[in-house]
């Protein structure tokens, strides 16, 4: 971004705060120099940290607060009691107009629960989506929802994909993304009544995205479509089973390579490779989850991320202010709103039901 624009981060979130979150913003602050950031949180803590960073203290304000939204938080309670804890006023502050948006690896539910409290969802949209990019064979996929919604109708179904071309398109700069309903299986018989609705609705539909039908599992990592639609109960669960399987294969390549003085020879030579294999799949690379369809910049880094994964969540949170997603998704919905609305007097016609 050429223009200065501010973050407010909550300094008190993640299993490391505050110093990975200051860090993280170091990092940041060098690929992004017009950068401003509100650091909330207890002052003592953070400002120790800050001073040591004179250059990052030059861009930064910090905004004391006492109370801070623990792993175990409950979200009712999160807005019951939290109303004066770092991750409110850091969310309060994009509200407010201090921030062009929020970054925090804090707890995902309260954070869901008082963003959507704060920030309230787009016009046109039931349900604000968790969404991220997952590494695939192809190169990068988005994938949505991932824990925010459970339970999904159709209609939520179909916001999601719009958020998702919507985000796909901000993201990895693609004109007219490929989306995808992940199902049981690719017939169209398969799968629920929702998710066969929410497909009939979008072959009818005309956005700026080619809607592939259902997809499985292992299109996800093969990359089939550019983005991946599903509820937010199926969602996690996909992205726990990935981030298992890349910890499991690590330890398997580990284990092997200790096995033998034969492997840890041999590793001498395969070092350059398996490093770029492992650096394409670093987690800390797709850091950076963005709650889609609020009325402003929500982005959740994980909880455990190091300095890098937080700077990416960062540069998630950029991406999306630079190129206005809110805009093209409120676009694409008032689209969908008008296709509606020229067709409901149709299908009354053609019933004998057309208004007088």
Not at 182 to 208: C, F, P, V, W, Y
Request: some cysteine; hydrophobic content about 50%.
């Amino acid at each position: 971004m050429s223009a200065a624009f501010t973050l407010s981060l909550d300094a008190m979130g993640g299993d490391y705060a505050p110093e990975i979150v200051l860090k993280g913003a170091a990092l940041a602050r060098l690929r992004y120099p017009n950068a401003h950031f509100l650091f909330f949180g207890d002052e003592a803590l953070i400002k120790p940290l800050l001073l040591a960073d004179k250059g990052l203290a030059a861009v930064s304000t910090i905004r004391h607060t006492d109370t801070v939204i623990t792993g175990d938080t409950k979200p009712s309670q999160a807005i019951r009691q939290g109303r004066q804890s770092s991750m409110w006023k850091a969310i309060e502050a994009v509200k407010n107009g201090e921030a062009a948006g929020v970054v925090s690896a804090g707890n995902t539910g309260a954070l869901m629960a008082m963003a959507k409290l704060i920030m309230r969802p787009l016009p046109g949209i039931d349900r604000p989506a968790i969404c991220s990019l997952f590494p695939t064979k192809m190169g990068e996929t988005v994938m949505l929802d991932l824990g925010a919604n459970s339970q999904c109708d159709a209609r939520n179904l179909v916001e999601f994909a719009v958020m998702g071309e919507c985000f796909a398109s901000a993201i990895l700069g693609l004109e007219r993304p490929t989306v995808g309903l992940l199902n049981i299986g690719s017939e169209e018989m398969k799968g629920t009544d929702e998710l066969r609705k929410a497909a009939q609705i979008l072959r009818g539909l005309h956005l700026d995205m080619e809607f592939k039908g259902f997809i499985e599992g292992d299109d996800i990592a093969m990359g089939t479509v550019d983005v991946v639609v599903t509820d937010g109960f199926t969602g996690n669960v996909a992205l726990k089973t990935a981030e298992g399987t890349a910890k499991l294969f690590s330890t398997f390549l580990k284990m092997a390579i200790k096995s033998s003085w034969l492997a840890k020879f041999g590793m001498i030579f395969a070092k350059p490779v398996i490093a770029q294999v492992m650096a394409r799949a670093d987690a800390r690379r797709y850091n950076g989850a963005l709650f889609v369809g609020l009325n402003g910049v929500v982005v959740k880094s994980h909880g455990g991320t190091d300095a890098v994964g937080f700077a990416n969540a960062i540069g998630v949170a950029v991406d999306m202010i630079a190129r206005d997603l809110n805009t093209h998704i409120g676009q694409e919905l008032a689209r969908i709103a008008a296709e509606q609305e020229a067709v409901e007097p149709v299908e009354l016609a053609a019933a004998g039901a057309a208004p007088q």
